[in-house]
């Protein structure tokens, strides 16, 4: 039976998987649904499926005030502009370039963590860590991110992408700031399906284009990002973050890049370069010492 360290770091790896496939699939959501038709549906759709779950199947109690009012705050950071926000970036951007600005977020998380959550603030080797890390997500996605910086059309799809990645980051740190006794899969469902109302509303205003119809790949696209994208890697890292050092989940930005790479390889027939394993290589030692760093203090703590 897994101890209660080891499933938090499944569910850590899980996310890291899953998320880093989305890079993939929601590219090819955004070019064929209306974005926030795309997005609002998926996380109301996803929310409300997992609530359903948790209360007409499993009988869990109805949670307080306090707790819906602060998962109406956490959604409106991590699903209406972490996640709906980025969604409409990638409309004008690759999903490389999205990958590697998505990874800023673990710095997001450090520099936030230090003021709100003193006790889990990195040490030296953890910063190294972030560092050696962020370098090789740049070295991976320096080919895709320099000639996206020639066409004026990108700008927009950078400004509403470090938005969610900001939104992401403060969230993530936030929600470490209040401890409840719900399940994980509580949070997750309320915060896909609170943050997925702001995004329907948008939606209803920027309108469908009437020769719009659905298509078998649409469903398809549709059934993946719920069922996988949504409710089971959204659960995941929920559970991995209530369980797990806010700077040490943020890891999955760092990993996710280099599987959407790799996709796009398989895929795509892109070329491995030298550069890409190089910047592979460091990423790893990067969330090496993200993990060797949290190791450390938790070790210091318990003596």
Known sequence: MMDRLSKPYLALMLTCLIWGTTYLVNKLGVTQIPVFLFTSTRQLISGGLLLMYLFIIKKHPWPDTRYLLFQGMMALFMITLGNGIGTYGLAYIDSGVSAILAAVSPVIIALLTIYLKPDEQLNRIGWLGIITGFGGVVMICFDKLAPAANHDSTVLGFIFTLISV???????????????????????????FFGGIPLAIIALFVGVPNEFHVTTNMLIIWVYLIGLGSIVAFSCYIYALKHLPATLVSIQSYINPIIAIFLGVLFLQEKVSFQLIIGAVLTFIGVFLVNYSQYRRRKKSNL
Not at 177 to 190: D, I, K, M, N, V
């Open 166 to 192: 900001v939104a992401w980051g403060f969230g993530s740190v936030i929600s470490k700031t209040r401890h409840f006794e719900y399940s994980p899969l509580l949070a997750a469902g309320f915060q896909m």
